[in-house]
């Protein structure tokens, strides 16, 4: 089971404050605190709870009371706030000089679990940060809504080599993030693996390079019509 010291070391080694860990695990900032300085004994239940939260964000509890982070791990999100968090990672990646890669970009799966004014700041703070990655998009053929050319250069995907229209894939950074746009919630799993992230963005270029369709200037994020998702 994970220990009060464990669990400081997690947090600070993931850079979160005890609110952070409280709002995520459905406790409060107080029992986290006294959870960490010993104060009080969590149930099994509770730290179950925290452990599997530290493990889901890719670190392992090991003998001796150490932590550290595994090489390879899937965090498992839902709803709108997973499909954010995902969006938010790769924002930190591109940001860091990550390059991004997006295989099925259909700006209505997105807006259905976003909303419009959240989604244009985020391709504002990828457009500010263009300069140190690079995103390519692969569309399905006859797309023109291709919202985030401030950051991205597109492609087609030939319509009858196309796969789904709500299973949706990134490569970014050492990570490959899986998105399913169902009708009633949006799934998502994050692979942390350098080498699966290697081999994905491999193929991905060999499909930019070979398969890909150059399509016309698409729309810019301003001139996108988002009057059908506005006020959700």
């Known amino acids: 089971m994970i220990t009060p010291f464990q669990m400081r070391m997690a947090r600070v080694a993931l850079g979160l404050s005890q609110g ?36 889901n964000r890719g670190l392992e509890f090991t003998e001796g009371e150490g932590v550290r982070k595994h090489k ?3 965090r498992y999100l839902s709803g709108s706030n997973g499909l954010i968090d995902l969006m938010e990672d ?11 890669r997006l295989y099925n970009a259909r700006p209505e799966n997105w807006l259905r679990w976003v909303t419009v004014d959240w989604f244009k700041g985020y391709t504002r703070r990828m457009a500010s940060a263009a ?3 690079t995103m390519h998009i692969l569309a399905e053929e006859g797309n023109t809504k291709l919202i985030s050319s401030g950051h991205a250069v597109h492609r087609w995907f030939p319509k009858k080599l196309f796969i789904s229209e709500n299973e949706s894939l990134y490569v970014y950074g050492d990570r490959l993030g899986f ?44 001139e996108v019509d988002f009057s059908e998702w506005e006020g959700r």
Do not use: H
């Open 72 to 74: 390879t791990y899937v």
């Open 179 to 222: 998105v399913t746009f169902g009708p009633d919630n949006v799934e998502i799993q994050i692979l942390q693996s350098p080498k699966f992230a290697s081999g994905v963005r491999a193929l991905f270029d060999v499909a930019w390079d070979y398969v890909g369709i150059v399509p016309p200037v698409g729309e810019k994020l301003e």
């Open 90 to 100: 790769v924002c930190r990646t591109a940001q860091n000089g990550g390059d991004v």
């Open 20 to 55: 952070a860990v409280a709002k995520e695990v459905g406790m409060t900032t107080t029992k986290i605190m006294r959870l960490e300085n010993e104060v009080t004994d969590g149930t099994s239940g509770d730290l179950k709870t925290i452990k599997l939260f530290f493990e």
């Open 131 to 133: 300069g140190t990655f």
